[in-house]
């Protein structure tokens, strides 16, 4: 059982950054690749990106794209979402997820899930 933790959520300016951390309990962390999801109300889990458990691929949502980085470090069991140039629409829960395997941009691929963290981009 891997229990996932994610920090770093918060209220920031439109055009701002934040850095999200996700801390997982067991040293089997770098067996899993990992996943970031965020969820509005009233709205189903959304995609925003993933990274392999080597950490060598990574892939973003569209929207995301080219303004948030993942990365990953094994040897800290973390994994961290580097979100810059925050928009509005980037307002919402934002969870961390591991997967061993499946197709990496659903849920349902995932076997183990934070609780989620708070972002909200005022404009």
């Known amino acids: 059982q891997v229990q996932l933790v994610e920090s770093g959520g918060g209220l920031v300016q439109a055009g701002g950054s934040l850095t999200l951390s996700c801390e997982a309990s067991?040293?089997?962390?770098?067996?899993?690749?990992m996943g970031w999801f965020r969820q509005t109300p009233g709205n189903q889990r959304e995609f925003v990106a993933y990274?392999?458990?080597?950490?060598?691929?990574?892939y973003y949502a569209d929207s995301v794209k080219g303004r948030f980085t993942i990365s990953r470090d094994n040897a800290r069991n973390t994994a961290i979402l580097q979100m810059d140039n925050l928009k509005p629409e980037d307002t919402a829960v934002y969870f961390c997820?591991?997967?061993?395997?499946?197709?990496?941009?659903?849920?349902?691929?995932?076997?183990?899930w934070g609780q989620g963290t708070q972002v909200t981009v005022s404009s």
């Open positions: 990274i392999t458990w080597s950490g060598e691929s990574t």
């Open positions: 067991e040293s089997t962390f770098s067996r899993y690749a």
């Open positions: 997820a591991a997967a061993q395997r499946g197709t990496l941009t659903v849920t349902m691929s995932y076997d183990y």
